[in-house]
């Protein structure tokens, strides 16, 4: 069975940083692409980042140079490494999973159940 277990979400003052990792079980990390996705209070899904299958990593905008992913394949476990936090980071952060070369909207991605990351004073 195919799971993925976000964690390590929380509030955080702006200018801070968290670590959430992404547990995966049933399939192994390194034969897909992972990404991050982010849903604001009240905004739809919104697009974070992705690491190929090959080790190469893609960023939005919003969070290049901020964020960074990686992937622990001993562990099948992908990290989202997120610094100098701002308010407007404030939503749940979902785990996908993405067969290679696909995108985080497809109909045969599969998501975790998210954590939540508030990023407030």
């Known amino acids: 069975e195919v799971q993925l277990v976000e964690s390590g979400g929380g509030l955080v003052q702006p200018g801070g940083s968290l670590r959430l990792s992404c547990a995966a079980s049933?399939?192994?990390?390194?034969?897909?692409?992972m990404s991050w996705v982010r849903q604001a209070p009240g905004k739809g899904l919104e697009y974070v980042s992705y690491i190929s299958d090959g080790g190469f990593r893609f960023y939005a905008d919003s969070v290049k140079g901020r964020f960074t992913m990686s992937r622990d394949n001993a562990k099948n476990t992908v990290y989202l490494q997120m610094n100098s936090l701002k308010p407007e980071d404030t939503a749940v952060y979902y785990c996908v999973r993405v067969r290679s070369g696909g995108s985080w909207r497809d109909t045969d991605a599969y998501r975790g159940q998210g954590t939540q990351v508030t990023v407030s004073s």
């Open positions: 049933g399939f192994t990390i390194s034969t897909y692409w």
